[in-house]
């Protein structure tokens, strides 16, 4: 079981959906919330000021919705990858997206930490297939 992750969509009901899947996948023990972008950046940025204490207490898995007010998922991955990737190496990320557009899909080979593209919303057989891309991995 994956011990954290953190979970970025500004939609309260995907959430919620989120949550309860994963309870019944058993895939996470700790899910953390962020309903913007900002919200992760700042996250991230406090996490910094305690490394290397929280170590390896920092989420394994990223999953970042694309369309959100503001700051974009493709804007967060963007500063996420240069500010915070080298600080948190092992956590990878999993773009979550209602976006049937085949070049978001293509997007995400322009980022090594990208395990996978998955459609809303998630489900167990996803989540499944996501646990054994991260063994993999």
């Not at 011990?3 to 058993?26: M, R």
């Not at 990320?93 to 978001?104: E, G, K, L």
Request: hydrophobic share 50%; aromatic share 10%.
């Amino acid at each position: 079981m994956i011990n954290q992750i953190l979970y970025v969509d500004d939609d309260s009901t995907a959430q919620s959906l989120f949550n309860l899947v994963n309870k019944k996948a058993a895939f996470a023990k700790e899910v953390l919330f962020a309903t913007s972008g900002q919200q992760v950046l700042d996250f991230y940025e406090q996490l910094l000021l305690k490394l290397p204490a929280i170590s390896p207490l920092y989420p394994e898995l990223l999953f970042i919705d694309l369309v959100m007010p503001i700051m974009d998922g493709w804007e967060l991955l963007d500063t996420w990858v240069s500010k915070y990737l080298p600080a948190f190496p092992a956590t990878q990320v999993i773009i979550i997206s209602s976006s049937i557009n085949p070049a978001d899909r293509a997007k995400v080979a322009h980022y090594p930490c990208v395990l996978d593209f998955i459609s809303k919303p998630a489900t167990v057989p996803l989540l499944n297939e996501i646990r054994l891309k991260v063994q993999k991995s």
